[in-house]
């Protein structure tokens, strides 16, 4: 089973809609991160988690809204979906230590919306 | 304001010939430099850390390095398996960043049999 876990894998929508991203992580990290990617403009991010009560801004948080259910769940929302948000959705998870460890990623959410 | 730079975009090798690929960063302190590889359909997988310039990180045909200014992935003998997008990121000193990561756009590596 996979670490950290992405659903839909896929989703077609239309302008104007909520939609809700969900990840759940098994490796009992802290902090939680949602990203998207678009072809030549690589990984962005847009929120991050330290812990359940501290929820953070990335570069790109406009249009979207998080929520940390518990230290495993972290979700992403789209309160009225755009075209311009389509894209490639990734949550991440890392240990928070002295030595630094690397963020591990879901398989990610193709989004379209129409 | 802090920049990635990844170079080429593609790169097309046939299989057994080896190249690099770079990775250039602006940044206001660097805390580490991460190599991932993504396949089509799949999350970034975690390849490497660099922590400090001169350092090298070796695993099967690859092996990347460090200098103050960039980062370099050297593909000896590559096979079509390490066909795949290589993406770089680096993660800022700062505490408030909370380990945020700036990546690059990645190069995308095609290796022919």
């Known amino acids: 089973d996979a670490d950290v876990t992405q659903t839909p894998r896929n989703r077609i929508t239309k302008t104007g809609k909520r939609i809700m991203l969900e990840c759940s992580q098994t490796?009992?990290?802290?902090?939680m991160y949602w990203y998207r990617q678009d072809p030549g403009l690589g990984l962005r991010l847009i929120y991050y988690?330290?812990?359940?009560?501290?929820?953070n801004k990335g570069e790109i948080s406009d249009g979207y809204s998080v929520s940390r259910q518990a230290q495993a769940k972290f979700s992403l929302s789209l309160e009225s979906a755009i075209p311009n948000q389509t894209a490639l959705y990734f949550c991440a998870t890392s240990d928070w230590t002295e030595t630094n460890q690397p963020q591990h990623f879901g398989d990610g959410t193709r989004l379209s919306i129409l | 304001e802090d920049q990635v730079t990844q170079s080429p975009e593609a790169l097309r090798l046939q299989e057994g010939e080896s190249s690099s690929l770079n990775c250039s960063y602006t940044?206001?302190?660097?805390?580490?430099l991460f190599w991932y590889r993504q396949d089509p359909g799949k999350g970034p997988e975690f390849l490497f850390t660099l922590y400090s310039a001169g350092e090298e990180k070796e695993k099967e045909r690859l092996k990347a390095t460090l200098t103050k200014k960039e980062s370099f992935l050297h593909i000896t003998a590559p096979k079509p398996e390490d066909s795949a997008t290589y993406l770089c990121a680096v993660q800022l000193t700062l505490y408030n960043q909370g380990g945020k990561l700036i990546f690059g756009q990645g190069t995308e590596l095609s290796v022919k049999p």
């Open positions: 940044v206001s302190g660097l805390r580490g």
């Open positions: 490796k009992g990290h802290d902090r």
């Open positions: 988690s330290f812990d359940v009560k501290d929820i």
